[in-house]
T-cell receptor, first 111, second 114 residues
Framework: DAKTTQPNSMESNEEEPVHLPCNHSTISGTDYIHWYRQLPSQGPEYVIHGLTSNVNNRMASLAIAEDRKSSTLILHRATLRDAAVYYCILSVVGSQGNLIFGKGTKLSVKP | DTAVSQTPKYLVTQMGNDKSIKCEQNLGHDTMYWYKQDSKKFLKIMFSYNNKELIINETVPNRFSPKSPDKAHLNLHINSLELGDSAVYFC?????????????FGDGTRLSIL
């Protein structure tokens, strides 16, 4: 199974940037890096994904290390609504969309 | 319009009963999934269908049977419910089963077995 390692929890202050790290040292050349988040009592929500280059969308930015063994999800200005569990997942080519969720990082945002 | 909708949202039933959970997506996606999130909050895939064909069938009891009447629907039928089936079940869909495709999840069905 393609594995990722994330801190169990992180804290942030409202309106400050948040950098959520993820290690995936066993990533293979064709694995995509996906980030999802799960707000309390809701289903997982897609945030962003990338392969090699850094990616930006309206929700977040994804910074991928040059060797691809780690990545960082960046929330530019945390809001209270961003408090959630964030999952970093490797999506493996040929796995038919089988996403393997780990424990994720529980992000708390303080006002 | 809700993209991926599941019914019911809550399901409370007794051990031994048979129940179904329905899922519909209006995104025009080809691939649909069922995930289970247990009390420890681990999310694990159970099944996946692509164009009504089963493509992922993880190790789940054969009391669980998915059915896809068309591309937009994936239902989950559970026979002889057991206490350990208590969990939140999420349906998801994606454009296809490719590794770069984001998955869109429903809000879950909270199943409680008495």
């Amino acid at each position: 199974d393609a594995k990722t390692t994330q801190p169990n929890s992180m804290e942030s202050n409202e309106e400050e940037p948040v950098h959520l790290p993820c290690n995936h040292s066993t990533i293979s050349g064709t694995d995509y890096i996906h980030w999802y988040r799960q707000l309390p009592s809701q289903g997982p929500e897609y945030v962003i994904h990338g392969l090699t280059s850094n990616v930006n969308n309206r929700m977040a930015s994804l910074a991928i290390a040059e060797d691809r063994k780690s990545s960082t999800l960046i929330l530019h200005r945390a809001t209270l609504r961003d408090a959630a569990v964030y999952y970093c997942i490797l999506s493996v080519v040929g796995s038919q969309g089988n996403l393997i969720f780990g424990k994720g990082t529980k992000l708390s945002v303080k006002p | 319009d809700t993209a991926v909708s599941q019914t019911p949202k809550y399901l409370v039933t007794q051990m031994g009963n048979d129940k179904s959970i329905k899922c519909e997506q209006n995104l025009g996606h080809d691939t649909m999934y069922w995930y289970k999130q247990d009390s420890k909050k681990f999310l694990k895939i159970m099944f996946s269908y692509n164009n009504k064909e089963l493509i992922i069938n993880e190790t789940v009891p054969n009391r669980f049977s998915p059915k896809s009447p068309d591309k937009a629907h994936l239902n989950l039928h559970i026979n002889s419910l057991e206490l350990g089936d208590s969990a939140v079940y999420f349906c998801a869909s994606s454009q296809d089963s490719g590794a770069r495709r984001p998955q869109h999840f429903g809000d879950g069905t909270r199943l409680s077995i008495l």
